[in-house]
């Protein structure tokens, strides 16, 4: 079936400009995670949703960071007033269930570069 | 939170030869520590997992250990060829409740394999 997908791949915007990054996990899974990897190091979690509500949103750098999931399936992470530090490639990741231990099936990613 | 360390950083091997990656974390609660491979560009992907009740794990040439009381546990890739060369990061889940399945990454280690 189709796996995690991400949009847009490549992301270019100004600083102080404001983006959208898209996630479409699996049909079915419940929970969504994002995590940002910059250049050389391991992914960092940003935050993690239980259906449409954010069940840890401790990974979140600043308060210019906010992501969504109305309706439990789609995920937009949103990044107001972008700075240049903020260039990172963003992974969205989704899993069956909320509980209980389960594979995180990984996205292609957004790599977001602000200018 | 959990702190995850990964070693060595960049790991030069002779095609054939064995591979080994070591990770500790801090959290003895965790319970879950998947290995991902993630190619130049590409998404990471699960290779293996162990769970905190099984001390090792084997699927054909890569195999997981895992020792609960040092907290540490090591990726091992036997007659390694090229297509192994890629960075591989270790993971490790915290049991607190409200994490649900973060995963904490470790640095990621560079793997080359020469023919």
């Known amino acids: 079936g189709a796996g995690v997908s991400q949009t847009p791949s490549n992301k270019v915007t100004e600083k102080g400009k404001y983006v959208e990054l898209r996630c479409d996990p699996i049909?079915?899974?419940?929970?969504l995670y994002w995590y940002r990897q910059s250049l050389g190091q391991g992914p960092e979690f940003l935050i993690y949703?239980?259906?449409?509500?954010?069940?840890?949103d401790s990974g979140l750098p600043n308060d210019r960071f906010f992501a969504v999931r109305p309706e439990g399936s789609v995920s937009t992470l949103k990044i107001q007033r972008t700075e240049r530090g903020d260039s990172a490639v963003y992974l969205c990741?989704?899993?069956?269930?909320?509980?209980?231990?389960?594979?995180?099936?990984f996205g292609p990613g957004t790599r977001l570069t602000v200018t | 939170g959990e702190n995850v360390e990964q070693h060595p950083s960049t790991l030069s091997v002779q095609e054939g030869d064995s591979a080994v990656i070591k990770c500790t974390y801090s959290d003895s609660a965790s319970n879950y520590f998947p290995w991902y491979k993630q190619e130049l560009g590409k998404r990471p992907q699960l290779i293996i997992d162990?769970?905190?009740?099984?001390g090792e794990k084997k699927d054909q040439r890569i195999a997981v250990t895992l020792n609960k009381t040092a907290k540490h546990f090591s990726l091992h890739i036997t007659e390694t060829q090229p297509e192994d060369s890629a960075v591989y990061f270790c993971?490790?889940?915290?049991?607190?409740?409200?994490?649900?399945?973060?995963?904490?990454f470790g640095g990621g280690t560079r793997v080359l394999v020469k023919p």
């Open positions: 949703f239980q259906g449409t509500g954010a069940a840890d």
């Open positions: 990741a989704s899993s069956p269930l909320a509980g209980g231990v389960h594979e995180q099936y």
């Open positions: 049909s079915g899974h419940t929970a």
């Open positions: 162990i769970r905190s009740n099984v």
């Open positions: 993971a490790a889940r915290s049991m607190i409740k409200a994490a649900g399945n973060k995963l904490t």
